[in-house]
């Protein structure tokens, strides 16, 4: 029984190290516990993210959601840190070479603007009111991704706010871990799931880009200003925008349906309980609520998915 108790505490602490920061472990809000007071105003805040969503999400010509940043209202002025990114990318670069490593961090930028995710800003722009996001590479072994840009939304100058300062965060994901864990191991089947790429499947509006802006080095060897088109991992709000649109189209699909046997409302209800961010967790109780599942999270994704199920 001791055994079984450790095993879930080091469970648990992983999924929290990973979403949080190392000194948010001691925030009593981290794990929803808050004032009175406070927790009117933090829901009072989210009430309002969750309305400025509503009111400017959209379907775009390419088919996909766009979403606009949710900001916080008399937050102080964000200003162009172009300095602070610049030292942060000579930091960057000389540890891309150190390791060997520098052309293949640039072949993922080159991906990202063949899939229109980042785009050149164009020079009749690049003195309108900005923001840059310093990045840094991570390392991921055995992975289809093994580099990836990471960028820091928590840069801050001195006496400026970081990007993350000025942005409502949403909902405090990690209180949904516990019940999402639980309804994995009531049933026969555990599903696992994820959407692939899922922040960048997401479209931003055209006047936030410019506060998503980054440098990095074109061909040439000259030194070139990029802006992200989609939702960015790393901004504190994006976990709360990938939530609401997928919340958002299970929501829309259920009003679709009109009773489409294929996809039944109790599996569409289940989704609506089972994401945690961009990853599924649930469980069935026979082969035929597999498959029902399977049609239904294939049909909802952007794109493909990577499914798998186990017996528990």
Same mark, same amino acid.
């Given at each position: ?70 900001? =916080?209202?008399?937050? =102080? ?232 199920? =186990?017996?528990?």
């Amino acid at each position: 029984m001791r055994e079984i108790s450790d095993n879930s505490t080091l469970l648990l602490t992983s999924m929290l190290n990973k979403e949080a920061l190392i000194s948010h472990l001691w925030s009593l809000d981290t794990l929803g516990i808050l004032d009175p007071s406070e927790k009117k105003n933090r829901l009072e805040l989210q009430e309002e993210a969750r309305d400025h969503f509503l009111s400017t999400a959209k379907v775009n010509e390419e088919g996909r959601f766009q979403v606009s940043l949710p900001w =916080l209202d008399n937050h =102080l002025p964000l200003k162009d840190n172009h300095y602070l990114a610049v030292k942060r990318l000579d930091f960057t670069v000389k540890r891309l070479e150190a390791e060997k490593l520098y052309d293949a961090y640039g072949e993922v930028f080159n991906e990202f603007k063949r899939e229109s995710i980042i785009e050149v800003v164009p020079k009749s722009e690049i003195d309108l009111p900005c923001h840059y996001l310093p990045h840094r590479h991570v390392i991921k072994e055995n992975s289809t991704t093994r580099i990836r840009p990471v960028f820091d939304a928590s840069a801050k100058q001195k006496g400026s706010p970081s990007l993350n300062d000025c942005l409502e965060k949403g909902l405090n994901l990690i209180e949904l871990v516990p019940s999402i864990l639980h309804r994995f191991r009531m049933n026969r089947i555990g599903v696992s799931a994820d959407i692939r790429k899922a922040f960048l499947q997401i479209c931003v509006y055209p006047k936030d880009k410019d506060y998503l802006r980054f440098l990095w080095y074109g061909t040439d060897g000259k030194l070139k200003c990029y802006r992200h088109c989609r939702v960015v991992f790393g901004v504190t709000s994006s976990p709360f925008l990938l939530v609401s649109v997928i919340q958002y189209l299970l929501e829309s699909t259920l009003k679709e349906l009109n009773g489409n046997p294929k996809y039944t409302v109790d599996i569409i209800e289940q989704l609506k309980k089972s994401f945690y961010v961009d990853n599924c967790l649930a469980s069935v109780k026979n082969e035929l609520e597999l498959q029902q599942f399977i049609q239904c999270f294939r049909y909802l994704s952007y794109k493909e998915t990577r499914i798998t199920w =186990l017996g528990i």
